[in-house]
């Protein structure tokens, strides 16, 4: 298993450039995020609103609804062969790594049920979204760190109107993204050799399967 930092880089770039057995995080200019059960109805202003804003619509083939990546979010694809695992506890791995990463940093962070992701006291800051394809995952997670939170009052959240969002900065000063990258990883490494199982950590809406 490997890790990289990308940097800023566009969405399409780094879902096409997905390697087995690597691990990789960017940050990628303003797009909205569509997972196979996303609808124009999860675009509360439509299409053109969000070209206007300078967002790109991306239409992809992760689980889950819309969301929204832009500067300041740490995406993390980790594409690995999960059958060591399962897809079922390996989502449950990436959500407790990333609870345990926030924590780190001073934030606790739970589970909702029926609502994949992680939530603080102030709303949502971690969403999941995959698509396992002959025992490997595609695409990952999302974890608001420093990232204009505005724009997601304008869709339909894992398709719910007006979910609350939270992110680390406004709890805190937030290292550059490459620090907290790098920390996500030791906690993700970590959780990787435990035998945690909480089966409804994560609702299966998120993991797409072919």
């Known amino acids: 298993m490997q ?17 087995v057995g690597v691990v990789s995080g960017f940050e990628c200019p303003p797009v909205v995020s569509m997972g196979v059960r996303a609808g124009a109805q999860d675009l509360l202003n439509g299409e053109d609103y969000w070209r206007h804003q300078g967002f790109q619509i991306c239409r992809t083939d992760r689980g889950g609804q819309a969301t929204i ?12 062969d ?3 695992w399962g897809a ?34 102030q709303g949502k800051i971690m969403s999941v979204g995959l698509r396992i394809k002959k025992g490997v995952a595609y695409h990952g ?23 609350a ?12 993204l490459p620090t907290l ?15 945690t199982f909480s089966p409804n950590l994560c609702e299966k809406s998120s993991v797409a399967r072919s």
């Not at 990289?4 to 096409?16: C, D, M, N, R, S």
């Not at 506890?89 to 606790?108: P, S």
């Not at 760190?145 to 109107?161: K, Y």
Request: glycine share 8%; proline share 6%.
């Open 141 to 163: 997670i999302a974890i608001n760190l420093s990232n204009d939170l505005e724009p997601f009052t304008h869709i339909r959240v894992c398709g719910r109107v007006g979910v």
């Open 165 to 176: 969002m939270d992110r680390l900065a406004d709890h805190g000063r937030v290292a550059p």
């Open 3 to 19: 890790f990289q930092f990308l940097g800023q880089i566009p969405y399409e770039k780094a879902v096409y450039g997905q390697q």
């Open 82 to 84: 999960v059958r060591p």
């Open 69 to 80: 990546h832009n500067p300041g979010q740490l995406v993390i694809f980790p594409t690995l």
């Open 88 to 121: 079922r506890l390996f989502v449950d791995h990436l959500i407790i790594a990333t609870r345990n990463f926030l924590q780190a940093h001073g934030l606790e962070s739970h589970c909702r049920s029926g609502e994949p992701g992680l939530f603080t006291s």
């Open 181 to 195: 990258f790098a920390s996500w990883t030791e906690a993700f490494t970590a959780q990787l050799t435990t035998r």
